[in-house]
C-alpha cells in the first residue's frame, strides 16, 4: 500500500508559480512511477506530467509543456510539480498518482495508476 498526500496549492494570479509537493508513504518509492493529473469543473480529470520509477523520464500533456516540470527526491519520497506561466485554465483539482513498476510502462490515463492521493486545489486568477 501507497498513501500519498499532496500540498501546495492555492491561489495565484495568472502569470504566477506554484509548486505542489506530493509525499508518498513506504520504503519502495523509488520503485513506482509518478503521474499528476488535475480535474477542472465540469471537466474529465486529465493527464498532467508523469516521471518513471527507473531512468526518471518525463512526460507532459502538450498544455502545460515548457510551462510545467515533474520532478522527484527518491530519498523523501516526494514528487513536485513546478508550475510556472500559470493560466486561468490551469485552474483544477491536481492528484497525484503512483504506478508500481511491476505494473507496465503505460503512464498517461487514469487507468494506468495504481495509487492516488486526495488532490490539492489550485486556483488561477486573471
Known sequence: ?????????????????????????????????MGWFRQAPGKEREFVAAITWNLGSTYYADSVKGRFTISRDNAKNTVFLQMNS????????????AKSYRSGLALLKENDYDYWGQGTQVTVSS
Not at 498526500?5 to 513506504?26: I, K, M, W
Not at 500559470?86 to 498518482?97: I, N, Q
Open 86 to 97: 500559470l493560466k486561468p485554465e490551469d485552474t483544477a483539482v491536481y492528484s497525484c498518482a
Open 1 to 33: 500500500q501507497v498513501q500519498l498526500v499532496e500540498s501546495g496549492g492555492g491561489l495565484v494570479q495568472a502569470g504566477g508559480s506554484l509548486r505542489l509537493s506530493c509525499a508518498a508513504s513506504g520504503r519502495t518509492f523509488s520503485r513506482y512511477a
